[in-house]
C-alpha cells in the first residue's frame, strides 16, 4: 500500500508541473491576443479602401489585365493554407487543413490540377507525413506576421499567376485558406478566392440627388493597375495572416485552460485516491497491531 501512495504523490508532483506549464501558456496568449486583434482591426480598414480603389479602377477603367482576366478553361488551381508554426492550439490547423481538403477535393471534381502552397510548420509537418507534393512554404511568422512576409507569398503566388502557359509554376486560379476571428469563442476555417480578381458591381439605382463619382487614371489605367493590383493581393494576404494570428492565438488560449482545467481535476481525483490509500494503510496497521495484542493477551491466558 506504501508503494502505492508512493505512485499518487509523484502524479500529483508531474501533474501540478504540467499545471504550471499550461496555465503560463494560456496567460501569454491572453496578453498577445489583444495585440494581434487590434493589428487585425487596424489592417481592416487600409483593406477596405484599397479593394475600393481597385474596384472602381477595374470598374470604371475598361482594362483588360492578367491577374483580372478569367481564364476561358482553367486547369490547374493553387490553394494557399495558412496554418499555425507551433502546436497546442486544439483544433486550430486539423480545421484550417480540413476546409483545404474540402477545397482542393471540389476543385478536382471540376477537373483541375491542385497546387498547393502552405504557411506554418504544421502544415508542412501534415504534407509531407503523408508524402504529398507542396510547390512552397513559409514559417516562422505564424504568431506575428508582418507585411513582409505577406509580400513575399503574394509575389511568389501572382508570379505563378502571370507565368506563361507551359511553366511548370503556371496556375490559372489562386485560392486562400485561411481561418477568420469572429471572437474569443468562435474562429472559422473560410476558403476564398483571390485571382483572377471577382470585382462584384452593384446593381442598386443611385439617389435622385446622387452623383456619380468621376474618375481620371494618370499615367493611364494598365499601369495604374499595375502598380495596384499586387498591393492589393498581397494586402489580403497579410490581413488573412492578421486574422489566423489572433485565430492561432485564441484557440491556443483555450486549449490551454481547458489542460489547466483538466489538471486541476486529475489533481482532485488523485488526491483522493491518494489520501483513501493512506488510510486505508493506517487502518491495516491498527488492524495488525490490535489482532497482535490480542493474540499476546490470549497466550498469555493460556500460559496462566
Not at 101 to 117: D, H, I, N, P, S
Amino acid at each position: 500500500m506504501a508503494v502505492s501512495l508512493r505512485e499518487y504523490r509523484a502524479r500529483i508532483r508531474s501533474v501540478e508541473s504540467t499545471k504550471k506549464i499550461t496555465r503560463a501558456m494560456e496567460l501569454i496568449a491572453a496578453s498577445r491576443i489583444i495585440k494581434a486583434q487590434q493589428r487585425a482591426q487596424q489592417a481592416a480598414p487600409y483593406a477596405r479602401e484599397l479593394t475600393r480603389a481597385v474596384s472602381a479602377l477595374v470598374t470604371y477603367s475598361n482594362t483588360d489585365h492578367p491577374l483580372t482576366t478569367e481564364p476561358e478553361d482553367p486547369k490547374r488551381a493553387a490553394i494557399l493554407i495558412v496554418t499555425s508554426d507551433r502546436g497546442l492550439a486544439g483544433a486550430y490547423s486539423s480545421s484550417v487543413l480540413k476546409e483545404g481538403e474540402r477545397l482542393a477535393e471540389r476543385l478536382r471534381g471540376e477537373g483541375k490540377e491542385v497546387v498547393t502552397y502552405l504557411t506554418g510548420r504544421k502544415g508542412e509537418a501534415y504534407f509531407r507525413f503523408r508524402g504529398r507534393e507542396i510547390a512552397d512554404s513559409w514559417s516562422g511568422f505564424s504568431d506575428q506576421p508582418r507585411y513582409e512576409n505577406a509580400k513575399q507569398v503574394g509575389e511568389a503566388l501572382i508570379g505563378a499567376f502571370t507565368a506563361d502557359e507551359g511553366e511548370p509554376e503556371q496556375v490559372d486560379e489562386v485560392h486562400l485558406v485561411y481561418t477568420q476571428f469572429r471572437s474569443m469563442l468562435v474562429q472559422e476555417p473560410h476558403a476564398v478566392r483571390m485571382l483572377p480578381l471577382e470585382i462584384v458591381e452593384s446593381d442598386e439605382r443611385p439617389e435622385r440627388d446622387e452623383v456619380l463619382p468621376l474618375y481620371e487614371f494618370e499615367p493611364s489605367p494598365q499601369e495604374v493597375l499595375d502598380a495596384l493590383l499586387p498591393k492589393y493581393v498581397q494586402s489580403r494576404i497579410f490581413y488573412a495572416l492578421l486574422q489566423a494570428s489572433a485565430s492561432e492565438l485564441a484557440a491556443r488560449q483555450k486549449a490551454m485552460k481547458s489542460a489547466t482545467d483538466n489538471a486541476e481535476e486529475l489533481i482532485k481525483k488523485y488526491t483522493r485516491i491518494a489520501n483513501q490509500a493512506r488510510q486505508a494503510g493506517i487502518t491495516q496497521e491498527i488492524s495488525e497491531i490490535v489482532g497482535g495484542v490480542n493474540a499476546l493477551a490470549d497466550a498469555n491466558a493460556a500460559g496462566d
